[in-house]
Every structure is written in structure tokens, then in C-alpha cells.
């Protein structure tokens, strides 16, 4: 490996590692925005210790996303100036605009949310709660959008040459609302809720199984499957809008998706396969058909595949292929068991299907390597483009930072890494394992009455 395969390396292991935290910090935001208000509305005390308990487990997500995020900014830096220095009169106005209109909105009623219980009246409390989950979603969409413009740049012209060569902006509209945004940043954020849920779904099966917090055992499983259901369709529709944009613009990674090395009209869609470049050719199974009746909803075109363009400009065609079909799979395998709960909750037989019940608890693995396969999809699809059909991966990286610099810092964030994240899993396998206050374990005042000073 040279010195910009080590550069990628390390970027994909420190961004797939901070990619655990934010999406489960939004998810676990809005079941928050939820629970919080049902408690206000009714002022049952079962929805106001689990708000307290989820409050709890949202703080150790977060404080791992701040931690693991601030090294992506050094990265850049680091290994990437010259694409840093391209790009930095654009992303440095989102990244700002992200830091003074949704970082800061965060920081500033955060505290409030996790230490403010029984300090502030409970309106304050709740509308604390609700600007730090739209603090966090505001600062998700600007990285998502930052994130898209590299996918399908607009609004910008070239300025200078060599080393000097730069976007500028010409129309910040554009620049924000560039063609591949608004459906990104509905599918992201459909994918955190899904994510949030889950651990709510999961948390919930694992105590009823070991039958320990049943009440609230029964209304996360309650509130979770018909939710869960909901958003699964919801991201059913968004993957289709998704993927229509992504056939408009860049049909390169489409094909590399679908695995389409040859244009053919109607397009089948391969359902499981095995790309291989050399040959040009999918071992699989596969539907005649089905693609162009997903995308164009008809059987007289074809999407065009990877012959169409040139080779150089081909991405990782095996690894995008994969990572696409796995975020399927994963996404079938949660309709299925929510499907299947659903069913079993209706007639009234799920806490007697403990078999299920720890399906669910392992389920949190589905919209996890949902997530992190849908990003390695449109990140490994865009390749060999750093900004697509602008700036390749190898004009983007440093020319002053060694091999052995690179590798060091590898083995250092590697070491680093584990180390957090061992103590990240203790510490909220103890939360989990301790679970929600008894509702007898909480002070008088706020039992049956408001939590207001």
C-alpha cells in the first residue's frame, strides 16, 4: 500500500468509528422529543423515569461522537490539504454555518437537558430537550450537505491552477441545495431514527426476557414495532427517490450498484451476486426486469451500465455492489421482524416468545451495518472521484506526509480507539443492565407530581 491507500485507510477506519455515535444520538434524541412529552401531557411517572434513563444513554453516545469527531477536521489537515485547500472556500462556510447555528445550539441547552431534572420547570426542561434534538439534526444536515456537494457539486467555479486550483462559490443556494441533498438528507436521517428505535426495541426485549422492568419492557416494545414499521416505509420510499437521483446524477455508481456491466433493456436486478471485474460479469441470482420497472417503472429502457463509461472512472464495482446489497439485506431483516412483532404483539403472545425476544435484542446489529454500509455504498460509488467529476482521490492528498507518518498515526488511533470503545461498551452495558429508576426509587415530590422546583 502506498502512502494515499494508508491516507484512505485511516480516514474510512476514524470516520466508520465515529459514524457509531451521531446517528444513535439523533435517534435516541427524538424517542426523547417523544417520551418526554407524553410525559408532560399526562404526567404519568413511568414515562418520566424513562425519559430520565434514555436521557442517560444518550450522554455517553454523545460525548463519543464529539470525541471521535474532531479528529476528521485533523485528517483533513493532515492528509487531505490538497483537497482541503480546493474545497475550503465552500466547506469552510457549511462547516462554520454548522458550528454557530447547530453545534452551539447543542452545547448551549445540553446541559440543561442531561443535569437540569428537578432544577427547572418542566417546560424548560422539555424545550431544552427538544433544541438539542433539533441542534443535533441541524448539524447533521450540514454535514450531510457538505457531504453532498462533493457527491453532485454545484453553485461553484474553478479559480486559479496546479496547487492553486480552488472552487469558489458562485450561487450558495445551489451550493446547499445541490441535486443529491435533499434526498440524502431525508434517507440519513430516516436511517438514525430507525437506528434509535431499535436500541429502544432491543433494550425492551432484553428486559422482558430477563423479566426485569416489565412496564417498561411493554411500552418501549409498544411504541417501537408500529414505529419501527412506520420508518422502515418510510425508507422504503426514500431509497427509491435515492436511487433516482442517483441514476441522474452518477450513473457510474448506479451501475456499479446493480452491478450492470452492459447496457441491457429491461435491466434485471441481481439479488444476491458476485461481480467480477476481469470477466465483466455477475454470478448470481437475479429478476429480468425489475430494475427498469423500479426506475424507470417501465420495460421498454435500460439503465446504462459500467461499458458506457470510461474504466478509469469506474469505482470499486465489487465492494460497491456489496455494500449496497448488504444495507438491503439488513433492511429486509428488520421489515421481517417487526412484521413478525407486530403480529405476535397483536395477539397477545409476544412476551411468551422468548426466541423472538432475543432476535430483537440482537437486532440493533441490522440498522447499525444498515448505516455503515449505505455511506460505504455512496463513498466507495463516487471513487475514483474525491469531488465527483472535479478533483480525483490522488490530487487530493497531501505531498509533504510519509508513509511512516500515516502508518504511525494508524496504529495510534487504532490503540486509542479501542480503548474508548472498550470503555464506552462497559459503561453502557451498566447503564442497560441497571436500567430505568423504580419508580418507588424516585423522590416524592416528583412521583405523581410535576418535577418543578
Not at 404526567?43 to 470525541?67: C, R
Not at 462547516?95 to 418542566?122: D, S
Request: proline content about 4%.
Amino acid at each position: 500500500m502506498d502512502v494515499i491507500d494508508l491516507a484512505r485507510l485511516q480516514f474510512a477506519f476514524t470516520i466508520t468509528y465515529h459514524y457509531i455515535f451521531p446517528p444513535m444520538s439523533i435517534g435516541i434524541l427524538f424517542l426523547l422529543v417523544i417520551i418526554e412529552g407524553m410525559y408532560l401531557k399526562t404526567k404519568i411517572p413511568l414515562y418520566l423515569h424513562l425519559a430520565k434513563f434514555w436521557t442517560k444513554i444518550f450522554a455517553l453516545f454523545f460525548v463519543m461522537g464529539v470525541a471521535s469527531g474532531f479528529v476528521q477536521l485533523f485528517a483533513f489537515g493532515n492528509n487531505w490539504s490538497q483537497y482541503s485547500r480546493f474545497v475550503g472556500d465552500i466547506f469552510g462556510g457549511i462547516l462554520a454555518a454548522e458550528g454557530v447555528f447547530a453545534f452551539f445550539l447543542e452545547a448551549g441547552f445540553i446541559g440543561i437537558m442531561l443535569f437540569g431534572w428537578g432544577k427547572v420547570r418542566a417546560s424548560i426542561h422539555y424545550l431544552s430537550t427538544v433544541l438539542v434534538c433539533f441542534g443535533a439534526t441541524f448539524s447533521a444536515t450540514w454535514i450531510v450537505m457538505a457531504n453532498s456537494w462533493m457527491q453532485t457539486p454545484d453553485g461553484y467555479r474553478i479559480v486559479g491552477e496546479g496547487a492553486y486550483r480552488r472552487a469558489v462559490i458562485t450561487d450558495l443556494w445551489k451550493v446547499f441545495f445541490n441535486p443529491s441533498f435533499v434526498d440524502r438528507i431525508i434517507h440519513v436521517l430516516l436511517g438514525c431514527l430507525i437506528l434509535g428505535v431499535f436500541l429502544l426495541l432491543s433494550v425492551s426485549a432484553y428486559y422482558l426476557v430477563k423479566r426485569r422492568h416489565i412496564e417498561e419492557a411493554r411500552f418501549g416494545l409498544k411504541l417501537g414495532l408500529p414505529l419501527a414499521g412506520l420508518l422502515l416505509f418510510l425508507q422504503l420510499l426514500s431509497a427509491d427517490s435515492t436511487a433516482e437521483g442517483v441514476g441522474r446524477n452518477q450513473p457510474v455508481k448506479l451501475a456499479a450498484m446493480e452491478g450492470m456491466f452492459t447496457t441491457e433493456t429491461p435491466s434485471p436486478m441481481y439479488i444476491i451476486g458476485w461481480p467480477s471485474v476481469k470477466d465483466g460479469t455477475v454470478k448470481g441470482i437475479k429478476i429480468p426486469g425489475l430494475l427498469s420497472l423500479l426506475y424507470f417503472k417501465n420495460l421498454s429502457e435500460g439503465v446504462k451500465g459500467l461499458d458506457e463509461f470510461p474504466k478509469e472512472d469506474w469505482p470499486d464495482v465489487f465492494w460497491t455492489f456489496q455494500s449496497y446489497h448488504i444495507m438491503i439485506y439488513c433492511w429486509g431483516a428488520m421489515t421481517l421482524l417487526v412484521m413478525i412483532g407486530l403480529i405476535l404483539q397483536r395477539r397477545k403472545k409476544l412476551e411468551k416468545a422468548p426466541m423472538f425476544l432475543w432476535m430483537l435484542v440482537f437486532s440493533i446489529i441490522f440498522p447499525y451495518v444498515a448505516n455503515t454500509t449505505g455511506w460505504f455504498t455512496a463513498e466507495i460509488g463516487r471513487q475514483p472521484w474525491i469531488v465527483q467529476g472535479i478533483m480525483r482521490i490522488r490530487e487530493g492528498a497531501s505531498t509533504v506526509v510519509s508513509k511512516g507518518d500515516v502508518i504511525a498515526s494508524l496504529i495510534m488511533f487504532v490503540i486509542v480507539y479501542s480503548l474508548l470503545f472498550s470503555l464506552f461498551i462497559f459503561l453502557l452495558n451498566r447503564k442497560i443492565k441497571h436500567g430505568p429508576v423504580e419508580v418507588s426509587e424516585l423522590p416524592e415530590d416528583i412521583h405523581y407530581r410535576d418535577y418543578i422546583t
